[in-house]
């Protein structure tokens, strides 16, 4: 089992910063990837980055390239997401997820935090 427990999620104007925490615990050695997704109002669950724990290799959408930067700390075994630029488009819940393969797809992904909202005012 692995728990994922986002945080940072807030209200920012446009143009404005934020970084996302996601800790992880439990058995996360059996988890190759940490990605991060995001769901609007209405709409599907979106791809945004994914980093591979050990390889620390990432990938990102399209749409936030440039803009958006994920890592992660081995020793406090926590993945973050720094958003700058922030578009009201931007908007969403943020969740962070664990996967056995690096890919930016969400069916596999297995393990799920709770997710954080994110709210970019124009």
């Known amino acids: 089992q692995v728990q994922l427990v986002e945080s940072g999620g807030t209200m920012v104007q446009a143009g404005g910063s934020l970084r996302l925490s996601c800790a992880a615990s439990g058995r996360t050695s059996s988890r190759i990837a940490m990605g991060w997704f995001r769901q609007a109002p209405g709409k599907e669950r979106d791809f945004v980055a994914a980093?591979?724990?050990?390889?620390?290799?990432?990938g990102y959408a399209d749409s936030v390239k440039g803009r958006f930067t994920i890592s992660r700390d081995n020793a406090k075994n926590t993945v973050y997401l720094q958003m700058n630029s922030l578009k009201p488009e931007d908007t969403a819940v943020y969740y962070c997820?664990?996967?056995?393969?690096?890919?930016?797809?969400?069916?596999?992904?297995?393990?799920w935090g709770q997710g954080t909202q994110v709210t970019v005012s124009s």
């Open positions: 980093i591979g724990w050990s390889s620390g290799v990432t």
């Open positions: 997820a664990a996967s056995p393969r690096f890919s930016g797809l969400a069916d596999l992904y297995d393990y």
